[in-house]
């Protein structure tokens, strides 16, 4: 009997059926360059204190409070201990690495990971993937690009592409699964943030559907943005166009709990901007034998957040069973 549980341990998902448990997490500027948005301090440091300037301006200060940071969001992830994270506001590899390791000490191991290849110069942030699983056929950035109109009287146009995307497949329980990550344009900017961000919306939607006329399983996640029937949500979700439509795991019967449900404040409004969203075959892969569960074999759950260091973000998670 010993010998069985430690076989479960290390392939739960193999030999004991239990969920695979995904989540999608901003991790609040988890990079050097810019740590010090986790302390209070302004984006652009020439507005602090003269004292923060001097305190900040020390590099090694500075690598300190982000190893701080990312000891801290290791902590925090530990507790959720998803089989695959989607992350949103993290650095580079170098940086990611650090967070890997910081997690490996914590105990929870993820083998494989993948970084992003940015385009937001400004921030200097990138999405990650981390997984249990082997991450393979992974798409570092998007190229597609898309117009849309930055005054209300359509006089005007200008050009996006999604900054901050990826893609990689894994191989669960013998089901190949596509996960895709995608941090969209905030909603600060106003109505340009907002035309801007839809069409990141669309051009996410292109990259999908190729997959999905294929009949493949889909994994969408990160920070969209985006409220669960705003304008870029269903744009992405599919109800824009002739293709299938992804589930929204955000929807009240796939949550046992109702106290959490949101992962943003924006200007004291909580809302819910991080999400994963399934394709509808991967949802119907999905079966137990629990009674009790309203969504069968798809549950979902807001973590809080409660250290202002680690992020302004609560984590999204959906556990997901097969047998």
């Known amino acids: 009997m010993k010998a069985f549980l430690i076989l479960c341990c290390c392939f739960p998902l193999l030999l004991c059926g239990q969920d695979l448990k995904i989540a999608t997490f901003n991790c609040e500027f988890l990079l050097e360059r810019k740590v010090h948005m986790k302390y209070g301090l302004p984006y652009d440091m020439k507005y602090a204190s003269k004292s923060a300037k001097k305190q900040w301006q020390d590099a090694n200060y500075r690598k300190q409070q982000f190893i701080q940071s990312t000891n801290l969001v290791a902590a925090h992830l530990k507790d959720l201990n ?41 921030t200097g942030q990138h999405v990650a993937l981390l997984s249990k699983y082997e991450l393979t056929d992974v798409v ?16 005007e146009t200008a050009e996006t592409g999604i900054s901050k995307g990826m893609k990689a497949t894994a191989v669960v329980k013998g089901k190949k699964i596509h996960f895709f990550v995608f941090h969209l344009k905030s909603e600060r900017g106003g109505e340009d943030s907002d035309q801007k961000r839809i069409m990141q919306a669309e051009i996410a939607r292109r990259v999908l559907i190729p997959y999905l006329q294929k009949g493949e399983h889909i994994v969408v996640m990160g920070d969209l943005n985006s409220e669960k029937r ?4 269903l744009t992405i979700r599919g109800f824009r166009d002739v293709n299938e439509e992804l589930v929204q795991t955000g929807d009240n019967y796939f949550f046992d709990n109702y106290q959490t449900r949101w992962t943003y404040a924006y200007k004291g409004q909580q809302e819910q901007i991080d999400h994963i969203l399934l394709s509808i075959g991967l949802k119907n892969a999905c079966k137990t034998n629990n009674p009790k569960q309203k969504q069968m074999g798809v549950r979902s759950s807001i973590v809080e957040t409660k250290e202002e260091k680690v992020s302004d973000h609560n984590a999204f998670v959906v556990e997901l069973t097969f047998d």
């Open 140 to 155: 570092p950035a998007f190229e597609e690009r898309g117009l849309y109109f930055t005054e209300s009287d359509k006089d």
């Open 230 to 233: 705003h304008e870029a949500l």
């Open 82 to 122: 998803a089989d695959v994270l989607g992350l949103t506001e993290v650095g580079n590899a170098k940086e990611v690495e650090q967070l890997v390791l910081a997690l490996k000490k914590e105990g929870v191991d993820y083998p494989y990971w993948k970084v992003c290849k940015s385009k937001d110069t400004g």
